[in-house]
């Protein structure tokens, strides 16, 4: 988030959720779904398998990372 410059309800905005409930998830106390997981790596351009934490590689599409 910080990379993108985006804050915490900016990405609740675009999950269609409360920021508490994506400060939950951020802190552990919550579990993200696979429809959160597909929005988020949108957002953040990334795939899913790094957000993850299953590769270091941001991308999976073969374009070049940013």
């Given amino acids: 988030m910080t990379e993108r410059g985006l804050t915490q309800k900016q990405v609740a905005d675009h999950l269609s959720q409360s920021s508490q409930s994506v400060c939950d998830k951020l802190h552990k ?38």
């Fill in 29 to 66: 106390r919550g579990s993200w779904t696979a429809r959160d997981y597909a929005a988020l790596a949108d957002l953040f351009d990334v795939s899913v398998d790094y957000l993850m934490g299953r590769t270091d590689c941001r991308r999976t599409d073969g374009r070049k990372e940013s």
